[in-house]
């Protein structure tokens, strides 16, 4: 008999691999053990070589459909004389010292199983919304410690009824040793008031019926529900929530609702029906079934499938598409403890779906997007974080993250998990959101990090909190972090040419960046590209007004050659804004008075979206660009003039000769529509001759694309064409946000290719 140990890595916990485990053996005819060990699994197996041989294949090659097996060692086990016959699965081993970091899995929506068992009337779990089993349900938001096992998660204060506990103790079930395992018996129960049970979901049910709106606790965090069909409902909403304009994702009750309100591609299906169950932005289809007010002015709407049987119990009942979105205030941390929620949405809501299992971390919904079969994640949160991505790093590193957007890396032993998005770093709330989140996934992951990259801008929260970190720090440019991002996640070696577009980053030279050609590696880079400079009136003020952005460039953006755009052309835009703000932007240019310039893609389209009227203030980051996207639809145009000049050893976009036609084509009466689409036109076809410039100069072919410009679909569309038309490969990020959201992954890139450089 030979016996052999096995030790397994990966997603590995929560996922049903025990059980796996043990059937696996079992129909080999192999006797021995299984057990988890910290984030891991390990197990001893014995009998014929060759069943043993068979045994670890399977491992690899038939693991549960949520694991991620990374790698399977065998080792030679203790010779015996006799073995103990079968195979059982043992308990887990807490606080065995392993130098492996360990892997967390994320949440998983309802399966099909437990949804036919949630409206099977015969089953003991017919409408019990807390149902599930080893390839569903809770997993990152109540995982307390490793190993996985139900005592370190917040379901320990549910003991199991007889009924769960010999489910869970037996191998052919399919909740064999899911931790989460719960009926309406022993488990959590919902709560509205002093109503339990079905009462309770019957007054939640009543009060978004009747158009009011419910705070719901989900997984990873408080949600606000209403009617997606009632404008009533929804302004209200959008009033209390102080949230004038952005979008609100919708939920549906299946595919075939989802198909009727917007169009659907294979792989926006994929996505929408995989076990992450992310809002997925899609195109839509009319304009019946969902209220003006969810979507204002846009032909885009964020759809996502039930991710839990409480949902789907809403659902069924209301028989209509639901707004589920955030429970918070705009640029609040979503809420998760029963009491901050109560007083953070007592003012939104009018009731409290809620009920007695513990959330012990937030994660928001998770958004991607699809640019024909480009998958694009706008957010990475519940359902996808924190999941591992591939990094080629070796000493344990960590990435702080931008302001805004923000996330957090902790990078070892080749692969980097990239934490749940937090939100915008603006108040001490968000804050102690991230320092919370970051401490517990440090903890889980095993990551003590030796070196920590931040961002360049010292007013970043990010940066501050990792300058008073003791470990040895590493500054990395905003831009090269987002092209680094984007190469890292691809597995680029060597240089590449990067070209990052975005709203602002602080340079290297002390200056506001935001649209630059970059040829770099992950270690560094070199600035041989940028946009045209112009002031921003006020700084920050300027980002939330887009007709101030849009005088810098008017009354003082960079003198390349060309003129501002002549007085008789900009007067009527001028005319329509406030004579006092005019003229006090025109003084403040004028004597470079809280006047930062900056190259930015972002602010020309700020810029542009208000010389077309379509935005003089936003209520959200980049809600300008959207709707210059959104106005541009699929208008077919001329590009707008353009020029690329030489300037100080860079090659620059002298976009004033953009601005003067655009503003002339308009005083001629072309339609808005045509010439949003002639600026993104515009846009991709400049893109296209800074790159030629530097491919001419002996640029890397290879081309990473970052920031949030990105994420507009008509702009990257256009520029990946164009691109590729050149002979050029071209890459954008995948599973890490293209936007501000994968910053972390990209500092944590860099700053693993520095520590391998020195080492």
Not at 102 to 117: G, K
Not at 318 to 344: F, K, M, Q, Y
Not at 563 to 585: I, S
Not at 668 to 677: F, I, K, S, Y
Request: glycine residues 10%; contains cysteine; hydrophobic residues 40%.
């Amino acid at each position: 008999m030979t016996v052999r140990r096995f030790h397994v890595e990966g997603i590995v916990q929560g996922v049903g691999f025990r059980p796996f485990v043990y059937r696996t053996a079992a129909e080999l005819g192999l006797d021995g053990w299984v057990a988890n060990v910290n984030g891991h699994v390990e197990g001893e197996v014995a009998g014929p070589p060759r069943a043993i041989e068979e045994f670890a294949a399977r491992l690899r090659a038939d693991a549960p459909a949520l694991a991620h097996v990374r790698r399977v060692r065998l080792t030679n086990g203790i010779r015996r004389s006799a073995y103990e016959r079968g195979f059982r699965v043992r308990p887990s081993a807490p606080g065995v010292t392993d130098t492996a970091a360990r892997e967390i899995p994320p949440d998983a929506a309802i399966c099909d199983a437990c949804l036919h068992e949630l409206r099977d009337p015969r089953d003991r779990r017919h409408r019990y919304p807390f149902i599930n089993c080893t390839d569903c349900g809770p997993r990152a938001t109540i995982i307390e410690d490793l190993p996985y096992d139900r005592v370190r998660t917040t379901m320990r204060r549910f003991p199991l009824c007889a009924q769960c506990a010999a489910e869970y103790a037996d191998p052919a079930d399919r909740r064999f040793h899911a931790e989460p395992v719960a009926c309406p018996v022993c488990g959590p129960r919902l709560a509205w008031e002093d109503l339990r049970g079905e009462e309770a979901l019957r007054a939640a049910v009543g009060t978004v019926g009747a158009g009011g709106i419910v705070a719901l606790k989900g997984l990873g965090g408080y949600q606000l529900v209403c009617d997606a069909g009632d404008p009533v409902a929804v302004a209200e909403l959008r009033r209390r929530k102080r949230r004038p304009a952005k979008s609100f994702a919708v939920m549906v009750r299946d595919l075939a609702t989802a198909a009727r309100l917007a169009r659907i591609g294979a792989t926006e299906q994929r996505e929408l029906t995989s076990p992450g169950r992310p809002v997925v932005l899609l195109a839509r289809r009319g304009r019946r079934g969902i209220a003006p007010e969810v979507h204002p002015g846009l032909p885009h709407i964020g759809l996502f499938l039930p991710t839990t049987g409480l949902h789907h119990l809403l659902l069924d009942d209301l028989d209509r598409p639901l707004v589920v979105t955030s429970g918070n205030l705009s640029d609040e941390p979503i809420a998760v403890d029963d009491t901050e929620a109560r007083h953070a949405l007592a003012d939104i809501a009018d009731g409290f779906l809620t009920h007695d299992r513990p959330i012990r971390s937030r994660y928001d919904d998770s958004v991607v997007q699809f640019t024909g079969r480009t998958r694009i994640t706008v957010r990475r949160a519940r359902g996808l974080a924190p999941a591992p991505l591939p990094l080629g790093v070796r000493e344990p590193v960590a990435g702080a993250g931008a302001q805004l957007k923000h996330t957090f890396t902790l990078a070892a032993d080749g692969r980097a998990h990239l934490g749940p998005h937090t939100g915008d770093l603006a108040d001490l709330a968000t804050h102690d959101a991230f320092l919370a989140s970051y401490d517990h996934l440090k903890r889980l992951t095993g990551i003590e990090p030796v070196a920590l990259a931040h961002d360049l801008h010292p007013g970043y929260l990010s940066t501050q909190w990792a300058e008073a970190q003791p470990v040895r720090r590493i500054p990395v440019q905003h831009h090269h972090a987002h092209v680094a991002a984007c190469a890292a996640e691809h597995g680029v070696r060597g240089r590449f040419l990067g070209v990052a577009y975005d709203g602002l980053g602080l340079g290297d030279d002390g200056t506001l960046w935001g649209g630059e050609i970059l040829v770099a590696d992950l270690s560094g880079y070199r600035r041989v590209g940028r946009f045209a400079t112009a002031p921003l009136p006020g700084g920050d003020a300027a980002v939330r007004h887009p007709s101030r952005t849009a005088l810098g460039h008017l009354l003082g953006g960079e003198t390349l050659g060309s003129p501002h755009p002549y007085p008789w052309l900009t007067r009527p835009f001028t005319q329509r804004l406030d004579p006092a703000e005019v003229a006090a932007v025109r003084a403040m240019v004028a004597k470079d008075v809280n006047c930062p310039r900056a190259s930015s893609a972002g602010r020309l389209f700020d810029t542009v979206a208000a010389l077309l009227g379509l935005c003089d203030r936003v209520g959200y980051e980049g809600e300008a660009a959207v709707l210059l996207e959104a106005a541009a639809g699929a208008e077919h145009a001329v590009p707008l003039a353009h020029r690329v000049v030489r300037a100080q050893g860079l090659w620059v976009y002298d976009s004033a000769p953009t601005l003067t036609d655009l503003l002339g084509r308009q005083l001629d009466g072309e339609p808005v529509a045509r010439l949003a689409a002639a600026f993104h036109l515009t846009l991709a076809i400049v893109t296209a001759e800074l790159v030629a410039r530097a491919v001419a100069e002996g640029a890397p072919r290879t081309v990473c694309l970052g920031g949030g410009c990105f994420v507009n679909r008509l702009l990257l569309t256009e520029v990946k064409r164009r691109l590729r038309a050149e002979g050029l490969r071209v890459l954008v990020g995948g599973q890490v946000p293209v936007g501000d959201g994968g910053i972390s992954y990209g500092q944590a890139a860099v700053a693993a290719a520095r520590l391998a450089g020195e080492g």
